[in-house]
């Protein structure tokens, strides 16, 4: 028996899943901006993020967090997320899943994105250590 199942993204949602697989890794893609205005705009009021210890943060932490980092520079070894897919949550919702690689280290990672009358936010991200 196979532990990794299949994934498929829809292909009715291959359009969604690419324009939503080009703002990740969330809040790190300096053509989205990088102000603290335009990380706000990324990230719904309710926005929630668990990070690979387990640990829960608020929206205004990792915005703070982000920006911090972003002032210092962003990192010289460029980040590489692929094997996206995208499953429709409900109307406007979804679940964008895919791997990122920071060097030796490999996570899986998933965030929940809404359509708004004229952009995406985050509602929630979470990152999980897989090697």
Do not use: I, K, N
Request: net charge negative.
């Amino acid at each position: 028996m196979d532990e990794q199942p299949a994934r498929m993204t829809a292909p009715a949602l291959a359009a969604v899943r690419d324009e939503l697989a080009a703002r990740e890794p969330v809040f790190h893609h300096p053509r989205l901006g990088t102000s603290r205005e335009a990380l706000d705009r990324q990230a719904a009021a309710e926005f929630e993020e668990v990070g690979a210890s387990g640990r829960r943060y608020g929206r205004e932490f990792v915005l703070a967090t982000v920006h911090d980092r972003v002032a210092r520079g962003l990192p010289d070894d460029p980040w590489a997320a692929g094997d996206f897919h995208c499953v429709a949550l409900g109307p406007q919702t979804y679940l964008l899943t895919y791997d990122l690689r920071q060097g030796d280290r490999l996570t899986r990672r998933a965030t929940v994105w809404r359509r708004t009358a004229d952009d995406w936010e985050a509602v929630y991200h979470q990152g999980t250590v897989a090697g």
